[in-house]
């Protein structure tokens, strides 16, 4: 099976020192990973070269087989940033035309089938908040304009969710359902790469983990991540140093 990500030697440096440095990795069809490491260790970063938003200096990086310079599916790939429920109060539009603007993207024109009608109607559904769908985005909490975020991308039928700290400023039950629901949807199969500062969260829902500071202190599944001592190097490393393995 083609893998998600594939990350080969990424460097990328945004002044003299790199941010990121020589990460190699892939993300599989499927799997649930957890991005994790300390304030400023580069994880925002990581995921953008992922996503193909930022070039790296060096390096590989493949979306789905195929490199990332040359990809145009982005309605396989849902992004949902921290930094959404900012924007998204700005935006004088209802949840219902965020979710189907993900439809629009996987269908290719601008007019909805019947059956595009229904995809936007469960996509609603299938995170909790078709009782939303009339509402203005700007007036939902950060928990429910993170949902509509996961519908618009379950609507185009997204096969990856990239989502940075997702839940920052979500109470806690909230963030619980949340986390529920993030399970919910890897157990139908979509491929997470998840950044979240709780790793007692991640551990428990994540099944492959990624310790970075800078450079790549882990990378396997959550169960020999536990056991290593790959945490404390990462956090204890003093940022920016970078380790040279041979
Ligand atoms: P994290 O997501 O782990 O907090 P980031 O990827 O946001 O880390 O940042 C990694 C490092 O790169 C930090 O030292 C940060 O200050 C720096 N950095 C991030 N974005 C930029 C930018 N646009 N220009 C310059 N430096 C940046």
Known sequence: MTDVVRL???????????AVADVTLTVGDGEFLGLIGPNGSGKTTLLHVMLG????????????GESVSSFDQGERIGYVSQRATGRAET???TVREVVRMGRFARAGHSRLSEEDRAAVDAALAT????N?????????????TQRAYIARALASEADLLALDEPTVGVDAESRDAFYQLLES???????IVLIEHDIGVVTDRADHIAC???QLYHYGDTESF??????ADAYGASGRVVRHHH
């Open 212 to 214: 970075l500071n800078t």
């Open 185 to 191: 949807l890897n157990e139908r199969g979509i491929t």
């Open 127 to 130: 995170v909790d908040i078709d």
């Open 53 to 64: 938003l930022l070039e790296p200096d060096s390096g590989v990086v493949e979306l789905f």
């Open 91 to 93: 935006m004088p539009v």
């Open 132 to 144: 939303l769908a009339a509402r203005q985005i700007g007036t939902l909490s950060g928990g429910q």
């Open 226 to 231: 536990v056991e290593s001592d790959a945490l």
């Open 8 to 18: 080969e030697n990424v460097t990328l440096s945004y002044g003299e020192q790199p």
